[in-house]
């Protein structure tokens, strides 16, 4: 499975945008890039994934490069309750639905 | 909440003992993982099942073992218990159908070895 790059913390004002930057230079064609996040101790919590068209949900916006070497997660006004680690993970297509591997992460905090 | 149900909560034994943790998935999915996070290290894959039968095994020792039953329940046992073996242990599920779709995980077992 490809390899992702994350920076290990960033912090964020409340209220304003959360962008939080991800490298997956050896990505396959075949490859989701997913987002998950974890909130002190909780279970991660599925954010957003995509392929290779930028996408929106009602948390957040995936942005992905057109040669899908990079991508950035969105939050559009980040609040307090978004401070959590960060993952991106790339997942290959599987009929049986491969395992998400978990890196590092980034550690959002929100700050007041 | 996700769907998914793990139990119990907490656990709390002694080393050597044995344990068994249960994970319910989200109605309809197929797929069923377990992951371990110790305190100084992040989520780590052990094994999963895909209706019914182990279809990835990850970094699980030979005391630990999985099974997933008719219903498509799981259970993850693990034996000899050492102290090392204190984590938290999420499990998450799936529908098959590629890689386009996201795995939704339950709440923990956070099980304490004394």
């Known amino acids: 499975d490809a390899k992702t790059t994350q920076p290990p913390s960033m912090d964020c004002a409340e209220g304003r945008a959360a962008n939080l930057p991800c490298n997956h230079s050896?990505?396959?064609?075949?490859?989701?890039v997913y987002w998950y996040r974890q909130i002190h101790s909780q279970g991660p919590q599925y954010i957003i994934h995509?392929?290779?068209n930028n996408e929106t949900n009602e948390m957040a916006s995936l942005i992905i490069t057109e040669d899908r070497k990079s991508s950035t997660l969105i939050l559009p006004h980040a609040t307090l309750r978004d401070t959590a680690v960060y993952y991106c993970?790339?997942?290959?297509?599987?009929?049986?639905?491969?395992?998400?591997?978990f890196g590092s992460g980034t550690q959002l905090t929100v700050l007041p | 909440d996700s769907g998914v149900t793990q139990t119990p909560k907490h656990l709390i034994t002694a080393t050597g003992q044995r344990v068994t943790l249960r994970c319910s998935p989200r109605?309809?999915?197929?797929?069923v993982y377990w992951y371990q996070q110790s305190l100084d290290q992040g989520l780590q894959f052990l094994i999963q099942?895909?209706?019914?039968?182990?279809?990835a095994k990850g970094n699980i020792l030979e005391r630990f073992s999985a099974q997933q039953f008719p219903d498509l329940h799981s259970e993850l046992n693990l034996s000899s218990l050492e102290l090392g073996d204190s984590a938290l242990y999420f499990c998450?599920?799936?529908?098959?159908?590629?890689?386009?779709?996201?795995?939704?995980f339950g709440q923990g077992t956070r099980l304490t070895v004394v």
């Open positions: 993970i790339v997942r290959p297509f599987s009929g049986s639905a491969r395992q998400l591997t």
């Open positions: 995509g392929l290779k």
């Open positions: 099942y895909y209706n019914g039968e182990e279809r």
């Open positions: 109605s309809g999915d197929l797929s």
């Open positions: 998450a599920s799936s529908v098959a159908g590629g890689g386009g779709t996201e795995a939704f």
């Open positions: 050896t990505i396959s064609g075949n490859e989701y």
